[in-house]
């Protein structure tokens, strides 16, 4: 993952850029690597300046609903629905649906592919780098086939995601529920899930407190009714693509995907809505999406329609910059940031879809940069 994410890097800087504008862009002063919790983030090699650009990312290397709908059985989902035949009770599918399709599609190849290919990719990276041209970067060319190949190879694995994301808790198939203070039902509640609550920083008193149970409790419920419908969009898929997708994409598979997606996923502006005008797309933006996420964040970014590019600058709540060795961070969902978990729409909001719950401090006023701003606030990770 450590080589796949530099030549990742590596590859992201060698487009041309859009009819010569602009050329793609990382800058050299980011660097991948772990953290000191056991992730993974970007970090700053020498000092940035208020407002300086960090990195630039074509549309083509972007994954979109339309890869996902390049391929035949996203082609296939996509005629169904446009046939009204999907005949699901849940929003599904919807434009997140098709970048998850393009997940599960890749993640099976990948699961095919070697060390060797690997290798492979990263080698060709390096040799284009070597020649000191801007390469062409459609999806299709050398160049856009190994950018594809590194950055599903950077994403962590299922075992990996398995070890902190609550979705991927929920045992398969679901044992018999059991009844809970509250009067709900659902399987008995894992030792990460009370961690996350007790480790988060809301006044709930000891572990066996009433406002403690209630909300491990509530946590928990919320974890397994998002499992269920995440559960019920791949049943709705296998219905519309037959027993040959069910048999050889199962639902852990679309589980696992999905996390990977509703983690990562950007939701892109074009256009100004406040003057009556712009639209929004989701993507997952290679390199980009490895940023950690923070109340009081370091980068912002959007998307310059000029140049069709992703683009992300330093932008600090102090105006100084950042210094050197520093991890720079995102903020995944203004509109959320800062929040009391139970307080947010829907509940626990972090924890369903990044896996995380945000320490909750008491000064609130070390939210309000971010929190209170509705343009911001406008701007999460992805579709509420």
Known sequence: MEAAALALQQALALGTGRMGKEPDHVSDALLSRSDDVGGRGIFTTRALAEGEELLRVPHAALVTARVGQ?????????????????????DFPNEESYIVMALVLEDAMRRHATAEADAAAVASVLELAGTKDAQPAGSDTELGRARRHL??????TIDELRAFH??????????????????????????????????????????????AVAAMEDYWCAIVAMHRTVLSEHRALCAILGPEFASSHPA?????????????????????????????????????DLMNHSHVPSVRWEWDSGT??????????????????????????PGHSGQDPRQQQP?????????FLERQARDKRLF?????????????????
């Open 70 to 90: 390049s391929y035949p059985y996203g082609a296939a989902l996509k005629r169904a629905e446009d046939a009204g035949e999907t005949g699901s009770d849940v």
């Open 151 to 156: 950055y599903y190879a950077a994403l962590p």
């Open 166 to 211: 609550p979705l991927l808790m929920v045992p398969e198939p679901e044992p018999e529920p059991e009844p809970s203070a509250a009067g709900t039902t659902s399987p008995p509640i894992p030792a990460a899930v009370r961690d996350a609550i007790r480790d988060c920083g809301l006044e709930l008193g000891d572990d066996d407190s009433a406002a």
């Open 252 to 288: 852990e598979e679309w589980l696992y995907c999905w996390t990977m997606v509703m983690s990562r996923n950007f939701l892109l502006q074009i256009g100004d809505p406040a003057l009556g005008g712009g639209m929004a797309f989701s993507a997952l933006v290679p390199f980009a």
């Open 308 to 333: 069709g590019q992703f683009v992300m600058k330093v932008c600090t709540a102090d105006g100084h910059g950042v210094g050197e060795a520093t991890e720079l961070t995102i903020d995944y969902s």
């Open 347 to 355: 509940p626990f909001y972090f924890g369903i879809f990044y896996g």
């Open 368 to 384: 309000l940069e971010t929190a209170d701003d509705p343009a911001l606030a406008r701007r999460p990770r992805h579709r509420l």
